[in-house]
């Protein structure tokens, strides 16, 4: 058994501060120090960030009392998920925006393979984790950033419609009554919709393809007054510059007059594969878009004004002129990336692909968020554990983002200095068909 070395350093303190005022949103005074114990063992050291591993570093004394304490926590505590989170950013966003204001919403889905058919939300869908169908769960997530860090504000379990349906399955996971089935960009309009009730600092809303394809999605964002970059499919159709759908038919000598927009077979718009192939090749510059690692970030992009054509022969008005950017790279026989935007018309290209380049920054938070913060570690099959352990996950991560707007680049998981007995020699958590070693 470890001992502990030395007092608390000022990282240490820091973090002591910040989980205080977070511990008050758990709500009952009995959830303060599980909480505070929970966030502080997804910070330290170990290959596992489970409820007994984390338990065993701890508390190494009173390994039992510990678990059961975290797993009420985790898995049965009826505390707000929405008021912790919002805790978070109104603790970490200032930090951020000591270095830039907010630029970007950034919504994602994130999977997590996972056998069996009994924890809640698992079904064999597409699983980014592995890059293919699989058998897994997915969460929708909405994201805030800067130019320089990022921050999830939002995060919740997609609900296969099997799942919504299925009645037996959801009373033994305790999905809440008012849970139904909602699409990932519903759940994503939803998240956002709350973000602005909140007056969360509005950044341009970026999204794959997989979100940018739902015409009601993109809609949705300009009814809450959001700009888009959207990533789109190469069949996405559009009508091609300076053109647009021909207006109703004239009036007849009997009934009503025609209303709805027209296309002939003369007349019709075109994907935007068929555009992009079509445009001349000074239409796409070389655009470097940040530094990366080790070289430049940059590719060949053109951009033109489009009207989407979705349905438009079921409207009145045709659907407002955007941009639509195109990705081509030299040495590639086609483009290899679309994006639709509301940016104003008078957006430089480089600007336009800065912003649809920026959702990669919240690759690193989400790897770093499951490989060191054990995201997807969390053993239950409820869905009030499935969120209260994102949370606590956020919730610790929020302290690493802050510190790295301290000017402390290295915060991170395992390696900020805090002081703990560690695990008694030779445990292994229950169940493990492994030899002992460390948690």
């Not at 941009?323 to 081509?328: Q, R, S, T």
């Not at 913060?373 to 606590?392: I, V």
């Amino acid at each position: 058994m470890g001992s502990r070395l030395s007092a608390p350093g000022p990282q240490e303190k820091r973090f002591a501060a910040y989980i205080e005022g977070l511990a008050t949103a758990a709500g009952h005074e009995d959830r303060q120090a599980p909480l505070k114990s929970c966030c502080k063992g997804l910070l330290l050291p170990g290959e596992r960030k489970s409820i007994e591993p984390m338990a065993a570093r701890l508390d190494p004394d009173n390994v039992q009392p510990m678990r059961q304490s975290l797993h009420h926590l985790v898995a049965k505590a009826p505390w707000n998920d929405t008021i912790l989170l919002e805790e978070v950013r109104n603790r970490v966003l200032p930090a951020m925006e000591k270095h830039g204001p907010a630029v970007a919403w950034i919504v994602d889905d994130t999977g997590f393979p996972k056998k069996g058919k009994h924890s809640v939300g698992v079904a064999r869908q597409y699983c980014g984790q592995v890059g293919k169908q699989d058998n897994c769960r997915v969460a929708v997530t909405l994201s805030v950033a800067t130019w320089s860090s990022s921050l999830p504000i939002g995060y919740r379990l997609y609900l296969p419609k099997e799942w919504a349906e299925d009645a037996e399955r959801r009373d033994k996971t305790e999905v809440p009554v008012e849970v139904g089935f909602q699409t990932k960009p519903e759940i994503a309009l939803e998240q956002i919709a709350a973000a602005v009730t909140a007056k969360v600092p509005c950044g341009v809303v970026l999204a794959d393809a997989a979100y940018g394809i739902n015409t009601e999605f993109r809609d949705g964002l300009t009814r809450l007054g959001l700009q888009y970059v959207m990533g789109v499919q190469s069949s996405m159709t559009v009508w091609e510059p300076g053109k647009q759908p021909l207006p109703a038919r004239p009036r007849g000598t009997m009934g009503r007059p025609p209303r709805l927009l027209q296309r002939t077979t003369d007349h019709q718009p075109v994907s935007v594969k068929q555009l992009a192939m079509s445009l001349p090749s000074v239409a796409f510059k070389e655009i470097t878009w940040r530094e990366g690692a080790d070289r430049k970030l940059q590719s060949r992009f053109a951009a033109v004004r489009v009207r989407p054509a979705h349905r438009d022969y079921w409207k009145t008005e045709p659907h407002a002129e955007e941009w639509l950017l195109i990705e081509w790279p030299r040495g590639e026989d086609e483009p290899i990336k679309y994006w639709i935007s509301t940016l104003p018309s008078t957006t430089r290209l480089k600007a336009l692909v800065k912003m649809a380049k920026h959702r990669w920054i919240i690759e690193r938070d989400y790897e770093e968020l499951k490989q060191e913060l054990g995201l997807g570690h969390f053993e239950g099959r409820n869905w009030r554990g499935f969120h209260h352990h994102a949370t606590l996950c956020i919730a610790a991560y929020g302290f690493l983002v802050a510190e790295r707007n301290r000017f402390s680049p290295s915060a991170r998981a395992g390696n900020i200095g805090f002081v703990v007995p560690g695990p008694v020699q030779n445990f292994r958590p229950r169940g493990s068909p492994r030899t002992p070693r460390a948690a």
